[in-house]
């Protein structure tokens, strides 16, 4: 059983900082990438960051300069530093790795739980 459990939300004002975790637990036999989606009320799920493994990390424009997305390969957990957060970073963020479980199939998308932060103005 593969699970993908996130940390580090919370409240925090304007121009604060955040550092969220996860951590991808199971048989894992690969991970192609992990990353960062968030969503706030009313809206989409969208990408903040992502980082494939031996690849170029990607960052959604709007967060851009202010947050930064990690990986610890030896402990399969991914990061996302938050600094000069906004009020409209406010949502639930998930964390989501693209894994490989079996070795006749390919790497599939997981998801976490989702972990909620508010920035107040």
């Known amino acids: 059983q593969v699970q993908l459990v996130e940390s580090g939300g919370g409240l925090v004002q304007a121009g604060g900082s955040l550092r969220l975790s996860c951590v991808a637990s199971?048989?894992?036999?690969?991970?192609?990438?992990m990353g960062w989606y968030r969503q706030a009320p009313g809206k989409q799920r969208e990408l903040v960051a992502v980082?494939?493994?031996?690849?170029?990390?990607t960052y959604a424009d709007s967060v851009k300069g202010r947050f930064t997305i990690s990986r610890d390969n030896a402990k399969n957990t991914v990061y996302l530093q938050m600094n000069s957060l906004k009020p409209e970073d406010t949502a639930v963020y998930y964390c989501?790795?693209?894994?490989?479980?079996?070795?006749?199939?390919?790497?599939?998308?997981?998801w976490g739980q989702g972990t909620q932060v508010t920035v107040s103005s």
């Open positions: 989501n790795a693209g894994l490989r479980t079996t070795t006749w199939g390919g790497h599939y998308d997981y």
């Open positions: 980082s494939p493994t031996g690849g170029s990390t």
């Open positions: 199971g048989s894992i036999l690969s991970i192609r990438d």
